[in-house]
């Protein structure tokens, strides 16, 4: 009966329980659950010490083995015929936001759970062994970095350097670990891991605005983030004649439309914003002499982005020198974009197809742990969409339709890399 | 030898002592005296209480009558041939900003004792006589309103109103009158005045620029002031491509360079200020979603500023329908137009004339206790440079030469109008 396991004839219609996903995202929403609907769930936490242990107590009723790191990121191992092979894994994250939503990270995490109880239902076997794994600390609201557990398993930091990282109230990631007993035995990035597939909600408008079900994600954008100042100078708004003002909030207007117009250039995988604008000493009858802003450029290429921040720097430069003002913009911040593995991508992109669900490439807009995990192993998202695009918000709103749905996908891809011939 | 007192060849080749109006300007300048150089000298505070007695004194050793009203406010009278006349008066206001400079007010103040000083130097009695007052509360920075004394003087409040005002620590303007012993026993508004000419520096650029030693002030400005909001919607700026944005702060960026537009379209008297502008929930990776700001249009033409209103809210209309954002636009205060008398507008044009200054006229872009004397009683003011024209700060300045100058105009100012033959 083995070999029968994999055949496509045992597993092409095979769906998860969509009921039961849902079911589980309400279940565990409870943990930090807050009177507006939303989630305050932050990393490592009382109540994240409790989804955890639910999670736990979860996978181990469906046959899976969990192991944890020594950053509190848990592993949940369900063996395949072929041990030799490297797990073909899933997951995300169950922190929140403060006042986070019901499923950003969770949904990833949940619904690779219920592949793993569709599997079993169905008592069916993959090849390679499957992993679901929980990431400690994607959002980053608590302790600095976001996506720290991730990074640590991709190599850019150390676990020392993590473990000593401390939230505002001066508490360690060690000593927050330790406070609910989730620092576990393993070592950091000790598990090899053949291929990397995460589930998420879009966070973003795109899918639901065409009326797509599934986001077959290529990669994640690049990100320059700059900090500026434009100077010009102070005066009283009565007395100084237009033509002998250096109002900075003049000048700042134009870059904020120059910078629109950069982005557009680009389009449309360009964006770009001007998210804090702070006059200095405002008031009312006062022309503004300074104002501190911040800048985020984001594109799939580094050439794009290169562009952009030398257009950016082009525009201040002519609006400082005609309107007599000082920019001074620096860049504080750069990551390069993440392109997802082109195999894993075509895989996504063919269980959806055989799904039968509408589906678009896309670029994720947003960091994730799989941005992470792409600097070791294969990965590669599958999004669903989101009511608004609205995320990071008590609001947040996925329907169990389109959950259900990406767990499907997340099945039918977790099946076709795990069942695959070595390479 | 009385009447050879006011024959031309006694007077026109009078001018003050710039040395001794200099000498009480650094003198009183040591009341409230900061150490950057300017003065912190709160209406009705101890250290206004130190210059309000240093200025009676100066007033009585020049031979002065000095009253003081229910108010605080401090009239000195240099008596005149004709006592039926009513006098001829100037003066200014002695309380600063918190960190305000040596001249805005003072100067009008010292300017007028020495112009009382250096007339009895020469032995020149006037036919009307001469009122010398120290207005209460000009700046506004402790009760509100701002020139309230004046205001009281020319009708626009009642005594009691002005006595019940309130500082930010709850002292009334009654307490705060006693607490310095400088309520006086006159019923504001009882004097009766001929005419009011106040010398001031012009905390503007103009003159400076321009190189002209006096300002002919023909009016103050009309200002109207707005509050507002710009609404679109937060969102996450790596998730939402720029054509589905309804982002706050470009819609604040084109209104801004549009009521730019609007000033500019009624140049060169009209000015437009946005002087505050507050991104709610800001940060640098989200989408602006609301702003609040302040506008604050001026010109000297009531005509004008309803067409600088009607363009302003048509811009906002445009801007919001094509960028799907919400303008709300209130106007919380307008002020009309304050045209000033034109025979003393002549006689100080014949004055500076007279004294060889190179003059132009001018519109105070700032408020000042003339604009509610002009509701009353024939008024107009003097203007002289200040550097880079930097005013309500500690760093304000005049020089020695051009505040002599603006004295000298002010002498022959009220020469001219206490000697001139009954209406």
Redesign the interface.
């Known amino acids: 009966m083995a070999t029968d396991q994999t055949s496509p004839g045992k597993t092409h219609n095979l769906r998860i329980d969509g009921s039961r996903l849902w079911a589980s995202l309400m279940e565990t929403a409870a943990f930090g659950g807050t009177p507006a609907g939303g989630i305050n769930r932050l990393t490592l936490s009382p109540e994240d010490g409790q989804v955890r242990d639910w999670f736990r107590a979860a996978c181990e009723a469906a046959g899976l083995e969990v192991g944890v790191d020594a950053l509190g990121t848990q592993y949940a191992l369900r063996r395949g015929r072929d041990m030799s092979r490297k797990p073909i894994a899933c997951g995300s994250h169950l922190d929140t936001q403060p006042t986070g939503g019901k499923f950003d990270g969770i949904l990833g995490v949940l619904a690779g759970l219920e592949v793993m109880r569709s599997l079993d239902d169905a008592g069916i076997e993959t090849e390679a062994p499957l992993l679901l794994v929980n990431w400690t600390n994607e959002e980053g609201s608590r302790f600095a970095p976001a996506m720290m557990a991730s990074a640590a398993y991709a190599g850019e930091f150390t676990t020392e350097e993590i473990l000593a990282k401390r939230d505002a109230a001066g508490i360690s990631v060690a000593e927050a670990l330790d406070a609910i007993g989730c620092r576990g035995p393993e070592p950091v990035g000790g598990r090899e891991i053949g291929a990397f597939v995460e589930l998420h909600i879009?966070?973003?408008?795109?899918l639901e605005?065409e009326g797509k079900t599934i986001g077959v994600v290529e990669g994640g954008?690049g990100?320059a983030?700059f900090d500026g100042t434009v100077t010009g100078f102070e005066?009283?708004?009565?007395?100084?004649?237009?033509?002998?003002r250096r109002?900075a909030?003049?000048g700042?207007?134009?870059l904020?439309?120059a910078v629109?117009r950069i982005?557009?250039a680009h389009?449309?995988s360009?964006?770009?914003?001007?998210?804090?604008?702070?006059?200095g000493a405002?008031?009312?009858?006062?022309?503004?002499g300074q104002i501190r802003f911040?800048?985020?450029l984001?594109d799939p290429r580094s050439e794009t982005l290169d562009a952009m921040e030398t257009a950016l720097q082009e525009a201040a430069a002519e609006i400082g020198t005609r309107r007599n003002l000082a920019f001074q913009i620096e860049r504080i911040w750069r990551k390069e974009p993440v392109p997802f593995d082109t195999k894993l991508v075509a895989a996504v992109d063919a269980a959806a197809e055989a799904l039968g669900h509408s589906r678009r490439r896309i670029i994720?807009?947003?960091?994730h742990d799989a941005c992470n995990l792409a600097g070791r192993v294969p990965t590669t998202m599958i999004f669903v969409p989101c009511k608004d695009?609205?995320?990071?918000n008590e609001s947040e709103s996925a329907t169990p339709a389109d959950c259900a749905a990406g767990a499907d996908v997340l099945l039918h891809t977790l099946l076709a890399l795990a069942n695959a011939p070595r390479a």
């Open positions: 879009e966070q973003g408008p795109i605005a954008q990100i983030w005066s009283h708004a009565g007395t100084t004649p237009m033509p002998r109002d909030l003049l700042l207007a134009e904020a439309l629109e982005a557009c389009a449309p360009a964006v770009a914003t001007m998210g804090e604008a702070v006059i405002p008031s009312r009858n006062v022309v503004p911040t800048l985020d984001r994720s807009g947003a960091g695009g609205v995320s990071h």
